[in-house]
């Protein structure tokens, strides 16, 4: 059974537009969720986390909800460019002190011109 | 910019063969950890160092594979004998004191093929 669940698996908007990806866990001990991009070719990057005590956490275009008895949370990606072309990762952590991650399937997000 | 690096790029094995991959943390990173990407899917998790001591692996690990960190700026992944299932990216990240995920960066990843 799969512990990190990532929806849609693909995702197409146009420039400026809001992105929405959405993420779904199973494990309650999970409490440290980053998001990461990745492009082809390339290693995942760190875009932005959230610690489960929180329930929104923003940096630039960048906003994760989290909503801890509903086990999701979403990554909005406000005014979408080209070039966040990408597939996203969430992934979730049960300690914060480990660098050991359980990963969704992951969204490839095209935004169009 | 990767602050980890791994070489080589690309690995092409014949089934049956040896492979080695190697990375190269951040400096001052005391923890290092190995994934596996297959298909640009979820990343699986493999083996977790933390000043150069294996921590936590997953059962494929111990019966296929070699890993090992003989220095703070060296680690290895190896697969003893290949086979089709293991062609995937192989990603090494590292992360500062405690293995912290905040600290966490990856390499661009070793992408294996076997044949």
């Known amino acids: 059974q799969q512990q990190v669940r990532q929806s849609p698996q693909s995702l197409t908007v146009w420039e400026g537009e809001t992105a929405i990806l959405n993420c779904s866990y199973e494990?309650?001990?999970?409490?440290?969720f980053p998001w990461y991009q990745q492009f082809p070719g390339e290693g995942p990057a760190l875009l932005i986390a959230i610690r489960s005590v929180s329930d929104k956490k923003e940096d630039g275009g960048f906003t994760i909800f989290f909503n801890k008895r509903e086990k999701n949370l979403s990554l909005h990606i406000k005014d979408s460019q080209p070039g966040d072309s990408a597939t996203y990762f969430c992934?979730?952590?049960?300690?914060?002190?480990?660098?050991?991650?359980?990963f969704g399937d992951g969204t490839v997000l095209t935004v169009k011109p | 910019d990767a602050a980890v690096t791994q070489k080589p790029r690309y690995l092409i094995k014949m089934k049956g063969q040896e492979a080695e991959m190697k990375c190269i943390p951040e400096k001052g990173h005391t923890a290092v950890f190995w994934y596996q990407q297959k298909q640009s899917k979820e990343l699986k998790f493999l083996i977790y160092?933390?000043?150069?001591?294996?921590?936590?692996q997953i059962d494929m690990v111990k019966e296929r594979f070699s890993a090992v960190c003989p220095s703070s700026s060296l680690c290895s992944l190896g697969i003893r004998t290949c086979e089709a299932e293991d062609s995937a990216l192989y990603l090494c990240?590292?992360?500062?004191?405690?293995?912290?995920?905040?600290?966490?960066?990856f390499g661009s990843g070793t992408r294996l093929t076997v044949l």
């Open positions: 494990n309650s001990a999970f409490d440290y």
């Open positions: 990240s590292s992360s500062g004191q405690g293995g912290g995920a905040e600290t966490l960066y």
């Open positions: 160092f933390q000043n150069q001591q294996p921590l936590d």
């Open positions: 992934a979730a952590s049960a300690y914060t002190n480990t660098g050991k991650l359980t």
